[in-house]
């Protein structure tokens, strides 16, 4: 069984034996170990976060990184799954590199081994107003292999649902604050499940239980370990402050003191003899866990784990080598997943029902038809002649003509601005896994809206503009031209939607609506503008 030891990080493969010593694990001889980092580091500027760690994960295992605030747990995961490119070292999986200091990491190769490593993140993000069921069998038909049926997909879906619990909401609403949906315990199972669909090798976990009653993270912690020894699955996870009943599923523990330097990593059987070994007695009051992460919160504490682990790094690492091994299986390459065509279809589906019923969806409609009505008995009449067979005053359809493109474009950039920074993070993610392009993505989303782009603001003139008295062919004129400034505004909501943090995009896009409106014509005659400013005009699309 290989173990851990620190190798020179610019060789291709690792040496290790089964039952040899470190510093005989140390040389060159070659090995195919199952997933492993070496001489791992991380730097943001000047300051570390990971310090020179070496380490391995096995198959069917459950590897716990333990350690306080400011151990750098987040940021050597975030490495490990590919996220983060390492200050030195490198990350490889079954022999080929995921990820190395040195560069050379063939992106062709770095994408194949990213389907084996799946990385459950932190926040639970997913699309509010689907059911657990939805979400799930969306990811697998865009992510599975192309030639699987769908049928088969929505049995995959189903035996994932079944093996971590979560059958009985599998029709329950992901929810959000302001919508009542799943559980928090429930929300994180649904978090794993998404990444465990695609069947990786590697889950790299980011705090599963964060947020979790004890009950609900132990289940958390159960279903983790009991699927990794079923499917042969390397389990890493980052744990703040495990339970005893929790610490007693880990296979393998690794200790960070602050500062990203590791202090610890072995059998977790194994760790109270070694912190005996130190003289690091646990309290009969403390469980082992709690200890530990005490004495990696102390500074002396923490430099005296430093120093034993700097002496029993051999020891520790050859009794973890003699432990039986869990079968593994080879990773090969995999079959390609959905294409463009499929994507778009795919995503365009998943957004028409994320937004059917919902709050957003029904105001829109409802404020379209409010506004038009008051539209239209404000300018009651507007476009008719007078009663002595004066013409219509061209100021009021001036006034109307502006309001109405005004209306037009102010509405969809807000309307977008806020509903779709909501997506970002869900692109972000699903984005990192390679599920589809974003090419597939801004197709589906320009379809999928189109429907709404297009009900209502001609809900709006059909109810405002023969209120008003307004000819037909006028009337189609305006509305023709309104659909284009409504399509106009959503595009460039969209864009500083992702290009500016929300509270600087309120501010950006209020910015560009009063250039716009001010640069159309309707509030200054564009002959009186300077001559150095005759271009700005041309700018405006009001």
């Avoid at 990350?91 to 799946?118: D, K, M, T, Y």
């Avoid at 009663?387 to 061209?394: C, L, V």
């Amino acid at each position: 069984m290989p173990f851990a030891t620190q190798v020179a990080p610019g060789e291709d493969r690792v040496g290790a034996g089964e039952g040899k010593t470190a510093a005989v694990a140390a040389s060159t001889e070659p090995s195919d170990r199952f997933f492993e980092w070496r001489d791992l580091s991380l730097n943001i500027g000047s300051k570390p976060i990971v310090v020179r760690q070496s380490g391995y994960a096995l198959p069917g295992e459950l590897l716990v990184v333990l350690g306080p605030s400011g151990a750098g747990k987040t940021s050597l995961l975030a490495v490990l799954c590919g996220d983060r490119p390492p200050t030195t070292g490198s990350v490889l999986f079954q022999g080929r590199a995921l990820a190395s200091a040195s560069g050379g990491v063939r992106e062709s190769v770095r994408r194949q081994i990213l389907q084996e490593v799946a990385y459950v993140r932190q926040r639970d993000i997913f699309m509010e107003a689907l059911t657990v069921e939805e979400t799930l069998a969306y990811t697998a038909r865009l992510r599975m292999p192309r030639h699987v049926s769908r049928a088969q997909k929505l049995d995959r879906v189903r035996e994932v649902l079944r093996e971590l619990g979560l059958e009985g909401c599998a029709h329950t609403t992901i929810g959000s604050t302001m919508r009542r949906g799943v559980s928090g315990g429930e929300l994180k199972r649904i978090n794993i499940a998404n990444e465990l669909l695609s069947g990786p090798l590697v889950l790299v976990c980011d705090e599963p239980t964060s947020g979790l009653d004890s009950s609900c993270a132990l289940t958390v912690m159960s279903k983790l370990r009991e699927y990794g020894r079923k499917h042969s699955v390397a389990v890493i996870c980052s744990i703040h402050q495990p339970s005893s009943q929790i610490g007693a599923l880990f296979d393998t523990a690794l200790l960070l003191v602050p500062g990203g330097r590791e202090a610890y990593l072995g059998a977790y059987a194994q760790l109270r003899p070694h912190l005996q070994h130190g003289g690091f007695e646990p309290p009969a009051e403390y469980t082992l866990t709690d200890y530990a992460m005490e004495l990696l919160a102390t500074p002396d504490s923490a430099a005296s784990l430093l120093e034993l682990w700097e002496r029993e790094r051999a020891r520790v690492g050859a009794a973890r080598a003699a432990g039986e091994p869990c079968a593994s299986r080879a990773a090969g390459a995999r079959p390609p997943s959905a294409g463009f065509v499929e994507q778009t279809v795919v995503l365009m589906q998943r957004q028409l029902r994320q937004s059917r019923g919902t709050l957003l969806a029904r105001t829109e409609v409802l404020l379209s038809v409010m506004v038009a009505l008051i539209t239209g008995l404000i300018w009651f009449g507007a476009a008719l002649p007078g009663a002595d067979g004066s013409p219509p005053s061209e100021r009021a359809l001036l006034g109307l003509v502006f309001y109405c493109l005004a209306h037009m474009s102010w509405w969809p950039m807000y309307l977008y601005l806020f509903s779709f920074s909501g997506e970002i993070a869900v692109l972000a993610k699903e984005k990192r896994t390679g599920a589809y392009s974003i090419e597939a993505y801004f197709c589906a989303k320009l379809l999928s809206e189109s429907a709404a782009e297009l009900i209502c603001p001609t809900l709006f003139f059909a109810i405002a503009l023969p209120m008003v008295g307004l000819g037909v062919y006028a009337s189609i004129v305006l509305w023709l031209v309104g659909l284009l400034a409504y399509q106009t505004s959503s595009a460039i909501g969209m864009l500083i939607s992702v290009a500016a943090p929300p509270g600087e995009a309120n501010m950006i896009a209020s910015t560009v609506m009063t250039l716009v409106m001010n640069a159309g014509g309707y509030l200054i005659d564009t002959t009186g503008i300077p001559a150095g400013l005759r271009w700005v005009p041309f700018t405006s699309y009001v």
